[in-house]
């Protein structure tokens, strides 16, 4: 058995102001998105130019902050944030959603598609492997704050996690850390490293992310405030569906046009 390191969520202080590890970890992410992104231009193999990538980068933190907010607002607690509707800008005390920080890419991508009159699909052909490395660095930071545990295990990785009981559970985390965002990074990386046609790289993110959170899911701990719902399954569980549906769409589709 296990015993998570207890590390204060703080990395340093400068005045008054705390710089938290989670928020690092957001930080290190947008970074590699940055530093990949520039590779797939430097070797010719994106369809926006640097300038307009620089472009692209801000408008996908905006979509990533607002939608992850949004998100987790509308999927997981409607009724808390509409009777506390000033808490939704409290984004100090936790709670973003992927699929919602997903959604607000993808809006922000078609604006940004739009006003560089580039092909949606083929520019979120190139977001797409520039994300797993950000998704990595997210669920770091989720094992770093000790939150968003595993459900109790007798494995002897079983891990204690303070505030989760005096069971051991699984470190899903870190789970998640390798499976949507170490493995889809390669898988993604090798698949779009040579042209494939269009929209077939964005289909296999969808399908990619949503088989293996799905699957990552049956360790981790539903939320408290949520528990199980229909067929057993958690929230996270039920939103990574409609993503490997529409991801199968897409990818038929391509497939068809080629």
Same mark, same amino acid.
């Given at each position: 058995?296990?015993?998570?390191?207890?590390?204060?969520?703080?990395?340093?202080?400068?005045?008054?102001?705390?710089?938290?590890?989670?928020?690092?970890?957001?930080?290190?992410?947008?970074?590699? &998105?940055?530093?990949?992104? +520039?590779?797939?231009?430097?070797?010719?193999? *994106?369809?926006?130019?640097?300038?307009?990538?620089?472009?692209?980068?801000?408008?996908?933190?905006?979509?990533?902050?607002?939608?992850?907010?949004?998100?987790?607002?509308? =999927?997981?607690?409607?009724?808390?944030?509409?009777?506390?509707?000033?808490?939704?800008?409290?984004?100090?005390?936790?709670?973003?959603?992927?699929?919602?920080?997903?959604? $607000?890419?993808?809006?922000?991508?078609? =604006? *940004?598609?739009?006003?560089? !009159?580039?092909?949606?699909?083929?520019?979120?052909?190139?977001?797409?492997?520039?994300?797993? +490395? $950000?998704?990595?660095?997210?669920?770091?930071? @989720?094992?770093? @704050?000790? #939150?968003?545990?595993?459900?109790?295990?007798?494995?002897?990785? &079983?891990? +204690?996690?303070? @505030?989760?009981?005096?069971?051991?559970?699984?470190?899903?985390?870190?789970?998640?850390?390798?499976? #949507?965002?170490?493995?889809?990074?390669?898988?993604?990386?090798?698949?779009?490293?040579?042209?494939?046609?269009?929209?077939?790289?964005?289909?296999?993110?969808?399908?990619?992310?949503?088989?293996?959170? =799905?699957?990552? #899911? =049956?360790?981790?701990?539903?939320?408290?405030?949520?528990?199980?719902?229909?067929?057993?399954?958690?929230? $996270?569980?039920?939103?990574?569906?409609?993503?490997?549906?529409?991801?199968?769409?897409?990818?038929?589709?391509?497939?068809? !046009?080629?």
């Amino acid at each position: 058995m296990l015993v998570h390191p207890d590390i204060d969520p703080i990395a340093f202080s400068v005045g008054p102001l705390a710089v938290r590890w989670y928020g690092l970890m957001y930080l290190l992410g947008f970074a590699a &998105g940055w530093w990949l992104g +520039l590779r797939r231009i430097g070797k010719g193999l *994106a369809p926006v130019t640097r300038a307009q990538f620089d472009d692209l980068l801000f408008l996908a933190v905006l979509g990533v902050i607002l939608g992850g907010r949004l998100g987790y607002v509308l =999927f997981y607690k409607p009724g808390h944030y509409a009777s506390h509707p000033l808490e939704i800008f409290a984004v100090w005390q936790g709670g973003m959603s992927f699929h919602g920080g997903l959604l $607000g890419v993808m809006l922000a991508m078609s =604006f *940004a598609a739009w006003r560089h !009159r580039i092909d949606y699909l083929r520019l979120m052909d190139f977001v797409a492997p520039l994300v797993p +490395l $950000g998704i990595a660095a997210g669920r770091m930071g @989720n094992f770093i @704050n000790g #939150e968003l545990w595993g459900r109790s295990t007798t494995l002897p990785w &079983g891990m +204690l996690f303070r @505030n989760a009981g005096e069971l051991p559970r699984h470190p899903s985390q870190l789970y998640q850390f390798a499976l #949507e965002g170490i493995a889809l990074f390669v898988l993604l990386w090798w698949f779009s490293a040579r042209p494939r046609p269009r929209g077939q790289v964005s289909a296999l993110f969808l399908i990619g992310y949503g088989a293996l959170r =799905f699957v990552a #899911e =049956f360790a981790r701990e539903p939320d408290a405030f949520l528990g199980y719902l229909a067929f057993g399954l958690t929230m $996270g569980q039920w939103l990574c569906l409609p993503m490997i549906a529409g991801g199968l769409a897409l990818w038929f589709w391509s497939t068809a !046009r080629r």
